[in-house]
């Protein structure tokens, strides 16, 4: 059966009338016999509403993470319907999300699970991060959708609230934008750490290229991984870097850098004081036992976690060992994928916290499947900052996720150019806000479009006799 536009806007304004109901109204309706309770239920029922393109576009600062677009594409996918809503997802490449896009077009929009399993099944073989992270970026848009379509957050989707705001802390030690460029080169590490505690941040984070403060001296400028107030990059000695050679970004020596790592780190703990946090991201640079011995070096000085302590090819073995040989909180998996990659580790509490991320776990739709598994063993999720409308869903499905959260947050308190509504930072934490949806918007002027995708394609995927998808 066929709605029209105007039925369709009615239908929506009943069924989320229907969710906003008074606590006396709730007793009336709590009869199956009601009159209302009738008309509630009807209205509830969205109409089928149809995908009917798929649009891609390219935000100012496409390149702000390198040439790569895995795992850090920021490109705005736009998803629309046949009824005029819009949904807004970031991620993937333009290959990648017409190669999903395929799967979607025609869909009804709100049967997300439904869109996810072709979207993972329809391609033959299953999905590597680069088509998972566009399934992802399609997946939001579709949440957005559905949240738009009943007018109401995601997060009271997912459960509610869980928590009153997100803590976070920010991928560059001190927060872009928070202490002036000139005061912040005169500052100590532990000067540093100690202003990002101040600003009412849980963590103050570095990665494996932090150097000590020289005695008597500021904390040398920051180079390769980070800005100001990461501490200086991989290259030479006291802070130069070494220069790229041969395409890369300098020389490593990690058995050089634990000691140096150790000096730093014990500044940063004099900073944060004793109540405050500080946590570290080896990036994967670090072999077994160079990762054994730092970690264990650590555990005086007491990481919040230490992110990526060795290569996600050795995740599954490496890690459990790991974990048998220090006490630090571990926490992998920033580029990492699906709950399948993540739950014998969480299952076994091989780790502390999962680096669950969107889109690159394939989407909210996955998300609440790796939330489900973390809160069943009680292991925390720390998501990693891909892009602005992908951190949005962070904050939607971390609010409802009971368990431990801490958030990588970039933006520190400015405004996201292209994106008139976004998230809402105050002192150091991101808090919810009612919009519906994602509760985000782009400004599509200050989008350059790439293409528009409208047409269907079936996959090998079967279905069983009830109609849900199987494999080929």
């Avoid at 890690?319 to 993540?342: M, N, Q």
């Avoid at 998300?367 to 998501?383: F, S």
């Amino acid at each position: 059966m066929s709605l029209d536009r105007r039925q369709f806007g009615r239908s929506l304004a009943l069924a989320a009338g229907a969710l906003a109901t008074p606590s006396w109204m709730s007793r009336l309706l709590a009869s199956p016999a009601s009159p209302a309770a009738a008309l509630v239920r009807a209205a509830a029922r969205l109409p089928v509403n149809p995908v009917t393109k798929i649009r891609v576009f390219y935000p100012p600062n496409y390149n702000a993470n390198g040439p790569q677009a895995f795992p850090q594409s920021n490109m705005v996918v736009l998803v629309d319907t046949q009824e005029g809503i819009t949904g807004v997802g970031q991620g993937g490449s333009p290959d990648t999300v017409r190669n999903m896009a395929r799967s979607v077009i025609g869909k009804n929009a709100f049967d997300t699970e439904y869109i996810w399993q072709h979207g993972f099944m329809d391609g033959f073989y299953s999905p590597g991060k680069e088509r998972l992270h566009a399934l992802g970026a399609i997946d939001l848009a579709l949440w957005d959708i559905k949240g738009k379509a009943l007018n109401v957050p995601l997060y009271q989707l997912f459960g509610g609230k869980a928590r009153e705001h997100l803590e976070l802390y920010a991928t560059l030690g001190v927060p872009p934008g928070m202490i002036p460029p000139a005061e912040l080169a005169a500052m100590s590490l532990a000067e540093r750490a100690r202003a990002t505690m101040e600003a009412g941040y849980r963590v103050y984070r570095v990665d494996g290229a932090i150097r000590p403060t020289p005695a008597g001296g500021p904390a040398a400028p920051a180079t390769r991984r980070g800005g100001p107030g990461a501490g200086p990059g991989r290259g030479g000695p006291a802070g130069v870097p070494a220069g790229r050679r041969g395409g890369s970004w300098g020389t490593f020596n990690s058995r050089a850098r634990i000691p140096e790592i150790i000096e730093a780190v014990s500044q940063i703990r004099e900073g944060v004081g004793r109540d405050g946090d500080w946590m570290i991201d080896l990036h994967q640079s670090f072999d077994f036992h160079e990762a054994v011995e730092l970690c264990r070096l650590m555990e005086p000085i007491r990481p919040y976690c230490v992110e990526d302590p060795l290569r996600e090819e050795q995740f599954r073995t490496q890690i459990p060992k790991l974990r048998l040989l220090t006490s630090v909180p571990l926490a992998p998996g920033e580029e990492w994928g699906t709950r399948a990659d993540f739950s014998p580790l969480v299952e076994q509490r091989d780790i502390d916290f999962a680096r669950a991320s969107l889109p690159n776990v394939g989407g909210i739709t996955e998300m609440l499947k790796i939330m489900a598994l973390c809160d069943n063993h009680k292991v925390g999720i720390v998501p990693h900052f891909t892009g602005p409308i992908a951190t949005a869903g962070h904050m939607h499905t971390m609010m409802a996720f009971p368990g431990q959260v801490l958030m990588e947050f970039n933006q520190h308190e400015r405004p996201v150019p292209y994106m008139p509504e976004f998230l809402e930072c105050r002192n150091g934490k991101v808090w919810p806000n009612e919009r519906p949806g994602l509760g985000v918007s782009v400004d599509e002027a200050q989008l350059t479009f790439i293409e528009e995708m409208t047409e269907a394609a079936p996959g090998p995927t079967y279905l069983r006799p009830d109609g849900s998808p199987t494999h080929w």
